[in-house]
């Protein structure tokens, strides 16, 4: 079993930054694709950004250039650093790690006022 938890989400004017934090913990050993999802209220939830054991990166079209996914393995962490955020970015933000299964953190709301 591996657990996440996350930190990092709040309110922030449309423009702002946030990080968004999320550690593994338990059995992490082997953990391939970190990453992040989100989902806002009538929408389904969708791919933010991932970052797999490799360093190999992926990003949504709506968050290119804006929001930069990182990783430090020996921490069993993965980052989400948001910049230049928009009211579209709202959403409860979930990330996730792959070990054979998926693995789901609580979710962390961020909220971007217009």
């Known amino acids: 079993q591996v657990q996440l938890v996350e930190s990092g989400g709040g309110l922030v004017q449309a423009g702002g930054s946030l990080r968004l934090s999320c550690a593994a913990s338990?059995?992490?050993?082997?953990?391939?694709?970190m990453g992040w999802h989100r989902q806002a209220p009538g929408k389904q939830r969708e791919l933010v950004a991932s970052i797999s054991s490799s360093g190999i990166l992926r990003y949504a079209d709506s968050v290119k250039g804006r929001f930069t996914i990182s990783r430090d393995n020996a921490e069993n962490t993965v980052y989400l650093q948001m910049n230049s955020l928009k009211a579209e970015d709202t959403a409860v933000y979930y990330c996730?790690?792959?070990?054979?299964?998926?693995?789901w953190g609580q979710g962390t709301q961020v909220t971007v006022s217009s």
């Open positions: 338990g059995s992490t050993f082997g953990i391939n694709s």
């Open positions: 996730y790690v792959t070990r054979g299964y998926v693995y």
